[in-house]
T-cell receptor
């Protein structure tokens, strides 16, 4: 079936370095993708989104890249800070236009 | 501005007891409403969604049920809890015209 998955369960980065979180999706018909950040014990919070007619979108310190050819989505965080430590989810629109979430990856920032 | 509330924040219940979790949204009308469950170290599993009062769609067969008695109120229930019902329950809403979902603070349920 259709699925959204993440390649790695955890990512550890040095404070100040750039982080890259990757996500693979399998539904070639998806036209909308979102990255969420979930801090411990809280609900997910929207970070950035991208539509399938784009291949790159930038926000404040974050960039989302979409490669439709290989069905790959990535989130880049510039100058990673301790406050960036969280679980990150990618999500795509599914067959019924509802969001399907990936498994999640934990980003750990080393001081 | 819109806000979403969930209560209780934490709950410990024995196996076989009933469950009622409540979610309310403020500052918007006719939202789509969602219940998700998140097991420890796992992703979000969509349980139910609702596009209007009394309209409930179930995504996963289980011993849980959902109801929407009012436009901005969404309730998750169970008659008899199982150990496997433990998890972090999240309510979310979105507008019909948008895919972006806004999440509540969640309820941590532990079934003992």
């Amino acid at each position: 079936g259709e699925s959204v998955g993440l390649h790695l369960p955890t990512l550890s980065v040095q404070e100040g370095d750039n982080s890259i979180i990757n996500c693979a999706y399998s539904n070639s018909a998806s036209d909308y993708f979102i990255w969420y950040k979930q801090e411990s014990g809280k609900g997910p919070q929207f970070i950035i989104d991208i539509r399938s007619n784009m291949d790159k979108r930038q926000g404040q310190r974050v960039t989302v890249l979409l490669n439709k050819t290989v069905k790959h989505l990535s989130l880049q965080i510039a100058a990673t800070q301790p406050g960036d430590s969280a679980v990150y989810f990618c999500a795509e629109t599914g067959a019924n236009s509802k969001l399907t979430f990936g498994k999640g990856i934990t980003l750990s920032v080393r001081p | 501005s819109q806000t979403i509330h969930q209560w209780p924040a934490t709950l410990v219940q024995p196996v076989g007891s009933p469950l009622s979790l409540e979610c309310t949204v403020e500052g918007t009308s006719n939202p789509n409403l969602y219940w998700y469950r998140q097991a420890a170290g796992r992703g979000l599993q969509l349980l139910f969604y609702s596009v209007g009062i009394g309209q409930i769609s179930s995504e996963v067969p289980q011993n849980l049920s959902a109801s929407r008695p009012q436009d901005r109120q969404f309730i998750l229930s169970s008659k008899k809890l199982l150990l496997s019902d433990s998890g972090f329950y999240l309510c979310a809403w979105d507008r019909t015209s948008s895919y972006e979902q806004y999440f509540g603070p969640g309820t941590r349920l532990t079934v003992t």
